[in-house]
């Protein structure tokens, strides 16, 4: 009996395998990234190429075990929840208060270390952020909310 139930699953998994997600992965260097519409210094381009990009971007770098189901299916939810919420390459294509705001929310998340997520960075260790590297994202958003302050009428920034 263990030994059908166990072939009944090694057959639902091996079908599994042919049920795949269709990986959404465009590429970077689009003229609407936050690179191109905002001042990155190299230092935290890297940062957010390391800890950020994966999941924030069109040029995400899946890893091998994204082939093997169900774990894929589970992998391309959590990359199409993290650029539906923040997509750097897109960030130029956003309105203004929604610029400010991803910032403010960079900021939060960065402090808080609710990023990058846990699940992530136990596998991408390189992608844990050290305290002067979080200092530094912070400070950079906090530079960049400043400047944008700066530029453009408040109300087109927050709301009332």
């Known amino acids: 009996m263990i030994r059908k139930i166990l072939l009944f699953l090694l057959v639902v998994l091996v079908i599994l395998q042919f049920f795949r997600p ?11 990234s936050i690179t191109a519409t905002s001042t990155v210094p190299a230092e935290v381009e890297q940062l957010l190429k390391t800890s950020c990009y994966d999941c924030h971007s069109n040029s995400t770098n899946y890893p091998w075990y994204t ?5 894929g299916w589970w992998i391309d939810e959590h990359v199409q929840e993290g650029k539906k919420e923040l997509n750097l390459d897109e960030f130029g294509t956003y309105s203004l208060r929604r610029q ?10 960065v402090k808080e270390g609710e990023m990058p997520l846990k699940s992530y960075t136990l596998i991408h260790t390189n992608a844990k952020l050290k305290e002067e590297q979080k200092i530094l994202l912070t400070n950079w958003a906090t530079g960049a909310m400043e400047k944008m302050k700066a530029t453009y009428p408040i109300d087109s920034l927050i709301r009332k």
């Open 22 to 32: 269709k990986l959404d992965n465009t590429g970077a260097g689009s003229a609407a």
């Open 67 to 71: 082939k093997l189901q169900p774990f």
């Open 100 to 109: 400010f705001h991803k910032l403010e929310e960079i900021i939060e998340v």
